[in-house]
């Protein structure tokens, strides 16, 4: 189901199927944002379809960071900080997500954590 480059890749099934329950997909015309820097952190998104243009103010300016494609993931290194989102990204072309919630990774870090699944 996730390619060895998602960060989901190895989950156990029962894992997966939680992630999935908790999650939702999201459709993105292009030049529509999924997330802008500075909003608050919400979650992480998995591109299953389609290009995302990662970007950040530098200096005034805004600085293409990345592209991320399928099976990428994106909001990831926000996600720790459980502050603003640092950069921002935008649908390049449709594009397919599936959202994580940050409560649901949160969650699902703290039972791996204590050693339940």
Known sequence: ???????????????????????????????????RAGEPVLGIYCISEGVVKISQQLHKRHVTVRFAADSDWVGHRSIFTRANYLGSATARERTRALFVPSALLFSRFARRTRGSA
């Open 1 to 35: 189901m996730f390619s060895e480059k998602n960060p989901f890749f190895h989950l156990r099934a029962v894992e997966i199927e939680e992630l999935l329950g908790g999650s939702e997909l999201r459709v993105f015309a292009s030049g529509v944002s999924l997330f």
